[in-house]
């Protein structure tokens, strides 16, 4: 049986790391940015006003673009809504609006050709931006495209298009890419476009990058379909609530790197009041990332590292050789492929192997995590095997807890597998192991972030999709990797680790059903 198998030196970061230098690597940068808001975002601006505002905003942006520079930056990335900030109705953006033209279709370098579109401005700024730190920048921001309402009947009734938009400039300042984020969050202000726009951008550093924008990440477009187009780098803008115990920041944008088998450039907005925190650069092999805790100043952070090149079309024979032995360093494979099951839906596939010689377990019960109803089964030992069942859908934990403080704290494993509906809807199956707030069973599912008990653990389930994301987050935001990853063949995915730095919050293999997402 074929088994794709990942071992992985533990280590977890809040600021750049430096590894091996080979002559296949690049140095990314990405900036958490403490967004200067709007205080009234639904009175509009005039466009005079709405450029003083995004001026305060873009003057610290172009702060951490000489402090990228001065670290040896190639690319640097700052997170959505940046610049103008969000919570704006479709009307009262329209003084923030750019319209942006289509680099597939025209080259233009808004630095040094300022005069050939009007409304303009933070189109210069970046441009220069990039230019005069010779790097590769990307950015998000409002753009306004003009449809035709006689013969577009997909047009707006106001005959224009509003679109959350990434945007990219090369070291030179020309316009490169432009990507229109296809996955709304309740986004009053922006349309959804008409089709999902598959967008990539070569570099002369690192070959190819792709781009996707914050709830983009949780679908099937543009991300899934850019990961099979073979692009292994990928640029994430994103303004992210954190939301425990499954999907915070950096718990989710780690698993997605270790699940998809690539890197993963996140840049975050930094606000307290939203719980907004968590960026990072992370790779296969490594993870660089901040997540400001309770009673941190609120403020930005840019983090710099130096991260191996993943396009496979751009490594040449003997740089690949040299990535392959940086890799070998951290895996036991240098597959660039994750994929498990060999075909888009194995969902009816039988229960785990394992099922029928797992040891009984203690009574299950049901709570809501994450606004789903997932099955729980306590762990009431200091060691054992357990296994709860949602439907057909299993989960197994062998573990073992290490010595605890005098606090107690109860744990649980949980399994879901159905489709979410609050604030999205997305098919899943998830295990998950996690600490209950309280000693009580109605608190298990709640967001907890911090936790004493260290403890040993394989976590397994048999998934019917080959998209797994696993993540293990330790007490008070802290990643750990995962000791052991499998993904076999018949769909079953393992996940081992031992030896935690601090307690367990959360252990968690979050599949995703895209190919249910309509049903």
Known sequence: MFFFVVAIVSFSLTSAQTEPVVDSSYVAAV???????????HVPLSRRAALQHMKRNLDIYEEQAVRAAQQGAQ????????????????????????????????????????????????????????????????????????????TDPSCPSDGRW?????????????????????????????????????????TPFAGRFGLLTCFDILFHEPTVTLVKKGVRQLIFPTAWMNQLPLLDTIQFQRAFSLGANVTLLAANIRNNQLIMTGSGIYTPFSATYHHAKQGDLEEGRLLVARVPVLDPLWVEQGAAKEEEALTDEFTSSTSTNNEYCHKENCFDSPPPETASSAPSSSTTFISSMMYDPFTFVLLN???????????????????????????????????????????????????ALVRCERMDVTSCGQEVEEAKTKMDFTLEGKFGTRHVYPSVLASNHVLEEPEHLEFAADGRVIMKHSNMSSGLVTACLYGRMYHLDNE
């Open 31 to 41: 900036y958490e940015h403490n967004l200067i808001l709007n205080p009234e975002p």
């Open 381 to 431: 030992e200091t060691e054992g095997d357990v296994e709860v069942c949602n439907g057909s859908f299993c989960c197994h934990l062998q573990y073992r807890r290490l010595t605890q403080s005098s606090s107690k704290e109860l744990y649980a494993l949980g399994a879901f597998a159905g489709t979410h509906t609050v604030n999205g809807r997305y098919a899943l199956q998830v295990c």
């Open 75 to 150: 690319i640097l990335v700052f997170p959505e809504d940046g610049i103008q900030g969000f919570n704006f109705s479709r009307s009262s953006i329209s003084g923030y609006l750019e319209t942006i033209p289509d680099p597939q279709q025209e080259s233009w370098n808004p630095c040094t050709e300022p005069g050939k579109y009007n409304n303009t401005e933070v189109l210069q700024r970046l441009s220069c931006m990039a230019r005069r730190y010779n790097l590769y920048l990307v950015a998000n921001m409002p753009d306004l495209q003009p449809c035709p309402l006689k």
């Open 162 to 202: 509003q679109f959350n938009t990434n945007v990219v400039f090369s070291s030179d300042g020309l316009l490169v890419a432009r990507y229109h984020k296809y996955n709304l969050y309740f986004e009053m202000a922006f349309d959804t476009p008409p089709q999902p726009e598959i967008i990539t951008f070569d």
